[in-house]
């Protein structure tokens, strides 16, 4: 009877020790808490940045704002159990950087940039079981996400923008390299100043690089001699050299009229008094975007999404409140903007398209 009893205790121990393990399994490392107080898997992403580096003021550091956003709405942190970034110093370092983050256990990997096209193109075939995204690209693989911009409309309105604030006529515009993205950059200024001040005309010159601030300077600098008066730059970290240019000149000469016009984010931080607007590229938006419709089972893979005016992708920082044309500015750009959204206006993406397009 003894025996029986003790057999009967021994046997609800070990089902209670069980019991306690099962729910002690439930515990994993990898996850954060909703409100609700359940446990659920995080969903972890990370981007690799191209040369410009994360903190180019710019396109990159766009990017990494738009993954950190992310993260703080998911309550995730910085790190291989949440997001992160790897920093590429060449082109070398695409794959690598790609390759590395993927192995990592990141479930979405963004290559940040045009020129990741063949990096993410190859790693994606090799992994074809990871989940990739490329921005200001197409790849044509079931397991990548590709984002566009129509950066022509942010470009268009900075050139309207431009063409009203110039006094001389003389308007600059420096590109980073010749690749589709920056064409529809310059495409889109060189029409917007066209319908504002046809009489107006716009030096356009490329840096050949991202990367390369020194070489910006010395771009605007010429520019600026030459009569330029307001000069837009759509090449990265290379157009900080343009805010250096324009802020020591303004600097030297307090009442000279100049002006220098950003890119992808609103940049009147690179310069107060120098800064009229920027053509604003929501980069950060877009990568958001993407990462928590893949976190919710809706990863647009194998598609192209496509980023505008109308979804609020793209548009025009605030104008500088010092600029004698401001009024005339908000006014013209607003008109714009109606326009180009209900389609009645299409800006031309490429040089080709320049060629006919006629502003109504």
């Not at 972890?44 to 703080?72: C, E, I, P, R």
């Not at 309207?160 to 980073?176: H, P």
């Not at 000069?231 to 307090?254: R, S």
């Amino acid at each position: 009877m003894k025996k029986r009893k003790l057999g009967l205790a021994l046997s609800l121990v070990l089902a209670a020790g069980t019991l306690l393990g099962a729910c002690g399994k439930t515990t994993d490392n990898n996850t954060d808490t909703s409100k609700g107080g359940n446990k659920v898997k995080a969903y972890k992403v990370s981007m690799v940045t191209d040369v410009g580096g994360v903190d180019d003021k710019s396109f990159n550091q766009s990017a990494w704002k738009g993954l950190q956003d992310y993260g703080k709405e998911n309550n995730l942190t910085k790190g291989k159990d949440g997001f992160d970034y790897l920093q590429s110093t060449s082109d070398a370092d695409y794959s690598t950087n790609l390759n590395t983050l993927s192995r990592q256990g990141y479930d979405l990997v963004f290559g940040i940039g045009f020129l990741m096209h063949n990096a993410v193109d190859e790693i994606a075939k090799q992994q074809t079981d990871k989940k990739f995204a490329i921005i200001d690209d197409e790849v044509k693989e079931p397991n990548v996400a590709s984002v566009l911009f129509k950066e022509q409309e942010a470009a268009f309105l900075a050139g309207v923008a431009s063409a009203l604030q110039t006094k001389t006529n003389k308007i600059g515009f420096i590109g980073g390299m010749k690749i589709p993205v920056i064409e529809r950059f310059e495409a889109g200024f060189l029409a917007g100043v066209q319908a504002a001040k046809p009489e107006a005309k716009v030096d356009v010159q490329y840096s050949g690089a991202f990367d390369k601030a020194e070489l910006g300077q010395t771009i605007a600098s010429k520019m600026y001699s030459s009569g330029d008066d307001v000069v837009f730059h759509a090449a990265g970290a290379t157009g900080n050299g343009l805010f250096k240019e324009a802020t020591d000149l303004k600097k030297k000469d307090p009442s000279r009229e100049i002006w220098a016009v950003g890119v992808d984010q609103d940049q009147s931080f690179m310069g107060p008094d120098v800064v009229l607007t920027s053509a604003m590229k929501r980069v950060d938006l877009a990568v958001k975007d993407i990462s928590t419709k893949s976190k919710d089972g809706n990863f647009p893979g194998g598609k192209t999404t496509i980023y505008g005016l109308a979804e609020d992708g793209v548009g025009l920082a605030p104008v500088n409140s010092n600029a004698s044309s401001k009024d005339a500015i908000d006014k013209a750009v607003k008109e714009w903007t109606d326009k180009i959204k209900s389609g009645s206006v299409k800006v031309p993406a490429t040089l080709e398209e320049l060629k006919t397009f006629k502003a109504q």
